[in-house]
């Protein structure tokens, strides 16, 4: 579980740093503050599915009796497939 919320804030860290990057190089700069909430809006999706995902994973484990590794083993094995 801690993975999942290192990696959302990790995604979401990098969503600001990036609109904030991308606000400088625009011909017309727009106001950091402004720049700030966009990309706090873009991260919202984004951790709502990765908490999805992961929430959806771990009740299906709870259902089949498997571990967290095991399920993490299984979707690796349907990725390589």
Known sequence: MVDIINLVALSGIFNVLFFWYASTKMKSKPDPVKTL????????????????VYTTML??????????????????????Q
């Open 37 to 52: 909430i966009v990309s706090f809006v873009f991260s919202i999706p984004l951790s709502f599915l990765l908490i999805g």
């Open 59 to 80: 009740v299906y484990a709870v259902k089949t009796g498997a571990s967290e590794d095991a399920m993490w083993e299984f979707m690796e094995q349907e990725e390589l």
